[in-house]
């Protein structure tokens, strides 16, 4: 991977054909320090917001020993980086054969599941093993996510006791263990309070000792429209809750982020193929890294990369992808210079989670290229850069238009109901 100081001196050095992922390891390392230093929490990486070998490698540098694996090709990744680490195989609903694989070829011993056959499942697929540790997914309520994560998964409350006690009887010498999910970026950290709340009445009901409460993901990160509270409020909001669980002295706690360790990392360098009034068409798309530029209508930050000087009027354009399919839209406002035209580079950032990971190969685009900037990313929690979008500089009249229109995709992804993740 070729470093370069800033986006600039790629585009001046290559002028880059295909879109080009500008990755930032010092924001992975920050982000992974925070969760090591402030979450009395064992962190577990969840791969699949950014499944990237650079991602991998910064983590276990930077101290983290977990990870949240869903696949056998996500298990097969991190142990290609390193066979000391821990993997917890986190999707409640498993293949028999990729169980049998995880546990006996690449030492897997943590396992999810939120239903009785899928524990049953577990314990056929490894034998009847005395050293698995088993993590019980519960539902929980979701306000104040961007996404839940729900709707596909978790066991009711209802039903949450037996399956606590079922799982708390077939574990040996193992941990047992539960786990939810408020959904992906949640803006309020007492989601996670309240979660807890709710999953520390089922286990009083079924009268189990549990060793292990693990809080999942769904810490945010910053994109226009959304600036989340500080992340230490997270931090107090889950230490407290877990203060009022039933459980022991010696229960874990442990915590699965995968959006807030990756989103400032990375960038998105895309190249205008043509422009057609406020329309600028890219070569980077839905099918690409913009996933949630299309589907959640996210107006992620913008700046222009131009070797030589810019007008200084900033217009709002929407933006199309390569493909041929007319969902490939991304309706922004993406604020940017007025004299923008075909052959610019456009830098689009926040994108190191759910951006990469999402691209297809549809239509022969979705390939990229990948360099290593060593700027600021351009916002940040962890005080790499401000805490929020910088407002765009323009006259009085357009900045009124942009906070008028900055406003409306936070409210449509907000109650968009999805379960992608
Ligand atoms: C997706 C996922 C995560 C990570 O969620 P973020 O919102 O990106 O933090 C963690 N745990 C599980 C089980 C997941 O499915």
Redesign the pocket.
């Given at each position: 991977m070729r470093t370069y100081q800033l986006p600039l001196d790629l585009v001046r050095e290559r002028s880059p054909e295909r879109p080009v992922a500008l990755v930032r390891p010092r924001s992975v390392s920050v982000a992974a320090l925070w969760f090591q230093d402030n979450l009395k929490a064992d962190v577990?990486y969840?791969v699949?917001?950014n499944p990237s070998r650079w991602v991998i490698e910064t983590l276990i540098e930077a101290g983290v020993r977990g990870f949240?694996v869903?696949s056998i090709a996500e298990i097969e990744l991190v142990r290609s980086v390193s066979h000391d680490v821990r993997l917890a195989f986190?999707?409640?609903v498993k293949s028999r054969s990729a169980i049998t694989k995880a546990y006996f070829e690449h030492g897997v011993r943590t396992f999810?599941l939120d239903c009785v056959d899928e524990l049953n499942k577990i314990l056929d697929a490894t034998g009847g093993a005395d050293d698995l540790n088993l993590i019980v997914?519960m539902a929980v309520s979701a306000d104040g996510?961007a996404?839940t994560?729900s709707g596909k998964?978790g066991v009711p409350a209802d039903q949450a006791p037996a399956l606590l006690l079922a799982t708390r009887q077939a574990v040996k010498d193992g941990l047992m263990g539960v786990?939810f999910?408020v959904?992906?970026?949640?803006m309020r950290p007492t989601a996670y309070q309240a979660a807890m709340a709710q999953v520390g009445r089922s286990i009083s009901r079924a009268g189990v000792i549990v060793d292990i409460v693990d809080v999942?993901?769904?810490?945010?990160s910053v994109y226009p429209g959304m600036v989340p509270p500080d992340m230490s409020e997270y931090a107090d909001a889950i230490h407290r809750g877990f203060n009022e669980m039933p459980v022991s002295e010696t229960t874990e706690l442990w915590c699965?982020?995968?959006?807030?360790?990756v989103a400032e990392s990375s960038s998105i360098l895309a190249r205008v193929d043509l422009r057609k009034g406020d329309a600028l068409y890219l070569n980077d798309g839905s099918y690409g890294s913009l996933f949630d530029a299309t589907h959640s209508r996210w107006p992620f930050p913008t700046k222009l990369v131009r070797d030589g000087e810019a007008a200084s009027e900033l217009k709002a354009f929407q933006f199309y992808g390569p493909t041929c399919d007319s969902i490939d839209h991304m309706p922004g406002p993406f604020w940017l210079p007025a004299d923008i035209r075909e052959g610019d580079f456009i830098e689009i950032g926040m994108l190191g989670?759910?951006g990469v990971a999402m691209s297809t190969g549809f239509n022969g685009y979705g390939e990229h290229d990948i360099a290593i900037v060593e700027d600021a990313p351009m916002a940040s929690l962890y005080g790499l850069a401000p805490r929020s979008i910088p407002t765009v500089r323009t006259t009085a009249e357009e900045n009124a238009r942009k906070v008028v229109r900055l406003s409306r995709p936070k409210g449509k992804a907000g109650q968009r109901k999805k379960s992608r993740?």
């Open positions: 577990f969840a699949k917001a949240d869903a986190m999707h409640p999810s997914r996510a996404y994560l998964f786990s999910h959904g992906s970026q949640c999942g993901g769904g810490f945010p699965e982020p995968g959006r807030a360790i989670a759910y993740r």
